[in-house]
């Protein structure tokens, strides 16, 4: 298996709504990571998990909750959220050790109305 | 910091034809990685080659190479007899050599729009 595979692609949710975006791997991979990326824009990184811990924090906002877990499952619970958070979220997986490009996901399309 | 510089936000080709596409980046470090993604409109991200900056050789995968010129700091990526399924916005990707035990944070360009027609 060499896939990063996202659930769902779509979600639509309200801004007093909460709802979570999965992301799931088989590939060994101890490294996990969040991207958002707006439309026409690169991925700017929000994210990183470091064998099941938090690692890196892009100082994202507090309405956004990543959990690991497991080594195979990374999660992001969405709570409160805007309208100008509406995006594209990326997960990716990397193996351990320096160097070593990313397997993404094809990412879930959120709209917050 | 690191920066990276994609110049080009749109470029096309006449399938069959080469095209390159420029990515220059502003780094201290001397140790580092450099990436080349395509993301077409299904949305996935899909790495398309990688070199490593202590390498002068130039990385080729099939119909794809870069010329990577460390002294000017520019990694431009070839694209021989190109493909309709080429069609897709290119990333350029800087990743630094990080041996503190963390996971490596990879930077990303601005992209190209590539497209090739018929």
């Known amino acids: 298996d060499t896939e990063v595979t996202q659930t769902p692609k779509h979600l639509v949710m309200g801004m007093t709504n909460k709802k979570s975006l999965k992301c799931e791997q088989h590939?060994?991979?101890?490294?996990m990571y969040w991207y958002k990326q707006k439309a026409k824009k690169p991925p700017e990184l929000m994210f990183v998990?470091?064998?099941?811990?938090l690692s890196i924090n892009e100082s994202v906002p507090s309405r956004f909750s990543p959990e690991c877990p497991n080594s195979s499952l990374l999660n992001l619970h969405l709570h409160a959220l805007q309208p100008e958070d509406s995006a594209l979220y990326l997960c990716?997986?990397?193996?351990w050790g320096v160097g070593y490009g990313y397997t993404f996901g094809s990412g879930t399309r959120l709209t917050v109305v | 910091a690191q920066t990276v510089t994609q110049s080009q936000p749109e470029m096309s080709v006449q399938e069959a034809e080469t095209v390159t596409l420029s990515c220059t980046y502003d780094?201290?470090?001397?140790?580092?990685?450099l990436f080349w993604y395509k993301q077409p409109p299904s949305r996935q991200m899909i790495l398309v080659i990688r070199q490593e900056a202590y390498k002068q050789q130039n990385a080729t995968e099939n119909r794809f190479s870069v010329n990577f010129q460390k002294a000017a700091k520019s990694f431009s990526l070839k694209i021989s007899d190109s493909q309709l399924g080429d069609t897709a916005m290119y990333f350029c990707?800087?990743?630094?050599?990080?041996?503190?035990?963390?996971?490596?944070?990879?930077?990303f360009g601005t992209g190209t729009r590539l497209q090739v027609m018929l």
């Open positions: 990716a997986s990397s193996p």
């Open positions: 780094t201290s470090e001397s140790n580092y990685y």
């Open positions: 998990y470091s064998y099941e811990k």
């Open positions: 990707a800087f990743m630094k050599l990080d041996l503190t035990g963390t996971a490596s944070k990879l930077t």
């Open positions: 590939m060994g991979h101890r490294a």
